[in-house]
């Protein structure tokens, strides 16, 4: 599996403090906390975060 392309979420808040970054992992949907990239990166589907 290639390596996830992580994006700034388009909900994010301009000023950076309250941040998600989000990258297609196969069918689901990865989120990481951009100051904690190492951290947990729960999946979902596409449809329970729209």
Do not use: N, Y
Not at 14 to 20: A, H, I, K, L, P
Not at 28 to 41: C, F, L, N, S, T
Not at 44 to 49: F, R, S
């Amino acid at each position: 599996m290639s390596r996830p392309r992580w994006r700034k979420a388009a909900r994010s808040s301009g000023s950076g403090t309250d941040c998600v970054e989000v990258a297609s992992v196969g069918d689901m949907i990865a989120v990481r906390d951009p100051k904690d990239p190492a951290g947990p990166r729960p999946l979902g589907g596409a449809q329970g975060l729209a």
